[in-house]
């Protein structure tokens, strides 16, 4: 039977705390490892529907933008 869950990795984050290690720092590791797996920006995006001729406009925009930053840079 197939899984209901979507995509991603379903392992969990492990941070080894040493022997009289401060306690915040080991919260620390964990939050940026955290922040690594890019779990809360997918679950953001995921609470609202974007229109794909909404994504490919703000691409087309982006890259523009940057674009003009190039532009800029040579002259």
Do not use: C, W
């Amino acid at each position: 039977m197939p899984s209901l869950k979507r995509g991603g990795d379903d392992t969990m984050l492990i941070i080894p705390v040493k022997d009289g290690e401060n306690i915040d720092r080991a919260l620390k590791r964990f939050k940026r490892k955290f922040d690594r797996t890019g779990t809360m920006r997918q679950l953001r995006k995921r609470q609202q529907f974007t229109k794909p001729s909404v994504k490919r406009r703000a691409q087309i925009q982006k890259a523009q933008y940057i674009q003009h930053l190039r532009d800029q840079e040579e002259i």
